[in-house]
């Protein structure tokens, strides 16, 4: 569990960079920000910003994070940014999607959730080649880069390929290959061969979870297997759960519990769990929740929900107030249309002040911290990503302010908020390597992989054999 929400008032602290400075350099910088203002978390955990700051990479992890001079004695080594008017902050996290499902965006638009499954993703899915899987998580990565995301948690098929995929494009990601019962015992065992065998892969870019795909397709025994193996081989679990309130009300009435309950009664809530969605989430699983002996997550990515009219969205404040970090997610390009996560996060501000009827909730500085340190718990990564701060892992993305939308800025919190757009990112760094600088993509071919993702378009939307992967009745 997490320590309390940040409260709204967090202030500014322009000292705060000469707090993170540690003693002494030994080895050659490799990465060197200067002339930036950065977004720091204080020792309460709220959003600061250093003025004219300077950000010392080396080895891929940050090692200052400063207002004073900085000492660079092999500077034909380092990589020099000179970031005026820009801020730096840590990478997005995009804590729940599909990659490879920008395949099929505005494929099904305006239906609810039971003709989009049972009408359209899963007859198409049932074509699915890992030709289609690649080059939809090549694109995919492509965006995400775009728009600052430097780590993803994916759930999805054919996932040696999207490792493979993660892996050249440099990207940091969570994956698991998901399954359902319907497969037998030999989709679980496949979740957990992928996850053993890529965990701690890409320089340990590549993280791993077993990924069963939901309490409605996936049975009590298979869950209680699952919870079983991710506590013997120390995996992450990640998966779709009281999605929305039909979903929990469907399984009460046929099970007597809602699926927080199923995932508790399995054990799972005993596991480190990331929860996609939980719209659903009830008043009576709260307590259950609360009881929790894992690290438990949830996932929220409000464009869905709303494109869906669900009546519910993500409980926020309630989570956040049992300790539970809530993330933030785009869930897959085919009923999200996007992967941007920067429209999460405002999203998620704007939903939550409606839903309760409070504009002080949530606060632009709370919603920077869902897009940071929380997101970065919500897929187990809390003390290597999230945060500009030594020691952490070098994801960082400069962002420009300096356009007509964004400008005057009197509080930087609402700036980066409600006025910047994912297109104002410049600069994309992971593990200390620059993946995209000055908008322009250095380890992904756009025109090509569309190229020869339009060829292969006909076959994989085909629905005439009238086949499914699964059929979606809640």
Sequence with gaps: MTSPEPTPDATTDSSAGDRLQPPGTKTPANLIITR???LVHDDQEQIGFVEDATIVVRGGRIEAV?????????????????ARGQVAM????????????VTLRGIAEDLPIEEWFNDFVWPIE??????????????????MIRG???????????????AAVTAESGMRANLGQAFFSSQGAEGREQSLDF??????????RITTSLAPHAPYTVEDADLAATAQLAQEHGLLVHIHASENRDQADTSLARHGRTPIEVLADAGLLDTDLLIAHGTGIMERDLPVLARASGRIAVASAPRGYLKFAWPTTTPVRALRELGIPVGLATDGAASNSSLDVWESMALTALVQKFTEGDPRR?????????????????????EEIGSLAPGRRADIILVDVSGPHTQPVHDLAATLVHSAR????????????????????????????????????????????????QDYDT
């Design 66 to 82: 400063t207002t004073g001079p900085v000492d660079v004695p092999d500077a034909e080594h380092t990589e020099h940014i000179d």
């Design 362 to 382: 949530l606060t632009s500085r709370q919603a920077l911290h869902h897009a940071t340190l929380q997101s970065a718990r919500a897929v187990g990564l809390g």
């Design 195 to 204: 996850a053993l065998r890529h965990r701690d892969t890409a320089d340990g």
């Design 126 to 143: 049932s074509n699915l080649q890992e030709k289609d899987v690649e080059l939809g998580a090549r694109l995919a990565c492509a965006e």
């Design 90 to 101: 840590p990478g997005l996290v995009n804590c729940h999607t599909h990659a490879a499902m």
């Design 422 to 469: 994912s297109g104002d990112v410049r600069t994309t760094i992971v593990d200390g390597r620059v993946i995209m600088r000055d908008r322009e993509l250095l380890t992904l071919d756009v025109p090509a992989i569309v190229r020869e993702m339009n060829e292969r378009m006909p076959a994989l939307i085909d629905r005439s054999h009238g086949k499914r992967i």
């Design 36 to 38: 930036c203002t950065a």
């Design 148 to 162: 600052g995301v430097t780590c993803f948690a994916d759930h999805y098929f054919s996932m040696d390929t999207v």
